[in-house]
C-alpha cells in the first residue's frame, strides 16, 4: 500500500468518524431550518450509502487484492439484511395486521400454522446477530471450498458467482420458501425495543453504519498489510509459482472470501433497518455487477477508494434517478466504460499511481548518475 | 528387482517408466531417470523432446499416466499435488521468469523464505532481525543488493531470473529444477548465471534444463539428453556428444 493510498485511508477514517459524531448533532441537537440542521431523510440515504460502501470494501478485499472478481457479493450483503428483516420480522408481535403474536403476517396470509424451524430463534437479537454472520459465513465457506480447489478462476468464477445469487434470487422468490415470497420482509416496527421511526434510531443507526464502515476498512487493512496480505497479493499475480513455492492456494483465497463475505452480510444487516425492507430484488444478479462497478470507479486494490467509489456512485445514482430517470442507467454504463478505459485503476488508483511513476523516475535518474 | 530397489532408495529422485498422454499426444515414453543426493545434472533435447513435462509430472502440476516418481526413496510424487511437493522439498524455476511484479524484491524472497505457511501463521507473522539478514544474504548472492526496496516488476529480464533464483534458494530445497535459466541473457549474465547455479549445486542437488550447449559446457556436469520422451544417451557432455544418435536427432541439426 502506497504511502498516498494511507494518508488518504486515514484521512478517510477521521471523516467517518467525525460523521459518526456531528451528525447526531446536526439532526437532533439543532431546530429546523438551522443552517447546520440535516433532515433524517439525507441521514438514513447517507446510511444506506454507508452500507453499501461496506460492501464495496469487502468485495476490494478478495478482486482487488486477490483477483476474485465476484459478482455475487450482493448475496451475501442480502443474507445478512434477511437475517436482520427476520429479527425486525419478529419483533412486530401482534401489531401486525392478523395481530399472531409468533407468525409473521405472510405466514398467517399462507395459512401457516407454525413456525418453520428455519425462524425459531430470531426473537432474539444475539441469535440473528449470530445468523447474520453465520449463514453468509457458512455459503461463502462451501461455495469457496468448492470452486478454489477445483481451481476455477477468471471469468468462470465470477459467472457462477452470477448464478448463486441467481439462484438465490429465484429460491427467494417463492412463498413457500418462507422468507416472504415475492414481497420480502417489511414493515418492521422496532429494534431492540427502540422504534424505527424514531429519529434518534435513525440517526443511531447512521452512527453505527458509519463505525462498521471505519471498522471493515481497518481490519480489511490490518489483512492486506500482513504477510498474509501480501501472499494475497502473490496469488492474484501469479498464483502457480505460489504453489511451487509450497502455498495452499485455495486456503489463501478461501480464508479472504470468507471473511469478505461475512463483511458484505454485516453491511447488508446494516441496510434493512435503514431502508425498511428486504425482498428478493436484492439478491438480483445486476445488484453484484453494480458493487463491481463501485470498486473499479473508486479503483480496486485500494480500500479506501472502494468506499468512496460506493458512496459517489450512489449518490450519483440517487441524483440521476430522481432528476433524469430515464437517463441513469445510460449514465451508469459511460461511467464503467469511461473508467475501463481512461483509468483502469479507478479514481484512487490514478492518484498513487502517477505518484509512484514519479518516484520510480526519480529511482531511475539516481541510478543513472 | 533387486538392484532397481537399491537404485531407488539410493537416489533423491527416481523415476520410472513415465507416461504422459496429452489428447493423443505422447509428450513422455517410458521416461527413467536417477538423480543422486547432491547430483547436479543437465537435461537437454530438442523442442517437444519432453522437458518441460518432465518438470512438470515432477513437481505435481501435470498427473503420469503410468510410471513412478519417488523422491528420496519413499515419496510417492504421483500422489501428491504442487503445495505438498514443494513442502517436501523440490523448487522449480520457470522458463519464463515468474516472480512477483508488485511485490519489492525483498518482499518475493519473504514469501519465498521456509516459514509457515499456513493462514493464520502469516496473519500473525512479525519480520525479525533474522529473516532480515537472511534475506541480505541471499540478495547478496544473486547480486541484487542494491534493489531490494524495487518492485520486482520493475527489474531487468536477467535480474527477474536471478530473483527467481533467489527465491528458490529462500526456498531452501533439497532439489532444485530450473528451466531454461539463460534464456535471453546477455553473454555476461549468462556467465555469471553459471557460477551462481554451480555456487547452489555445492549445497542442493539440481537439475538444469537448457538448449544454450556453451553454457551446458560451461556448467561441466553429467547430461541426460532426451527425445521424443524417453532418455536417449547419458554421461559427461563430450560422451554424448560424440553418440551418434545425440548427433543425428540434436547436435547435427
Known sequence: MSRELDVAGWIFVAVMALAAVLVPFATLGTPDGAAL?????????????????????ALDL???????????????????????????MRQIGTRGVYANPVLPDFMVFLNWHSLPVAWWGFNWFAYAMLMMVLAPGLLALAFGWFAFRSRVTGVYLSIITQAMTFALYKEFFRNDFGFGGNNGLTDFKDILGFSLQSDTVKVGLFSISAVALILSYLISRAIVRSKYGKALIAVRDAESRMRFLGYRVENIKLFAFVVSAIMAAIGGALYVPQVGIINPSEFAPGNSIEAAIWVAVGGRGTLVGAAIGAIAVN???????GALPEYWLFALGALFVCVTLFFPFGVMGMISRVRFRRRRGEVATETAT | MNEENSKLTS??????????TFDGYRALRGLSLALAPGEMRAIIGPNGAGKTTMMDVITGKTRPDIGDIYFEGRHDLTTMDEAEIATLGIGRKFQKPTVFENHTVNDNILLAAKAPRTVRAMLGAKGSAEINQTIAHILERIRLSAVRERLAGSLSHGQKQWLEIGM??????????????????????????????KEIAKEHSVVVVEHDMAFVRELDVKVTVLHEGAVLAEGALDQVSADERVVEVYLGR
Open chain 2, 11 to 20: 537416489s533423491l529422485l527416481y523415476l520410472d517408466n513415465v507416461q504422459v
Open chain 1, 37 to 57: 440542521h440535516m433532515p433524517t431523510y439525507l441521514v438514513q440515504l447517507f446510511g444506506k450509502y454507508l452500507c453499501y460502501a461496506i460492501l464495496a470494501v
Open chain 1, 62 to 88: 478478495v478482486w482487488g487484492y486477490c483477483g476474485i472478481l465476484s459478482l455475487g457479493h450482493g448475496a451475501f450483503f442480502a443474507l445478512g439484511g434477511y437475517a436482520m428483516g427476520m429479527y425486525l
Open chain 1, 315 to 321: 449518490f450519483a445514482k440517487t441524483y440521476f434517478t
Open chain 2, 168 to 197: 528458490l534458494l529462500a526456498q531452501d530445497p533439497k532439489l532444485l529444477l530450473v528451466d531454461e535459466p539463460v534464456a535471453g541473457m546477455t553473454d555476461a549474465e549468462t556467465a555469471a548465471t553459471a557460477s551462481m547455479l
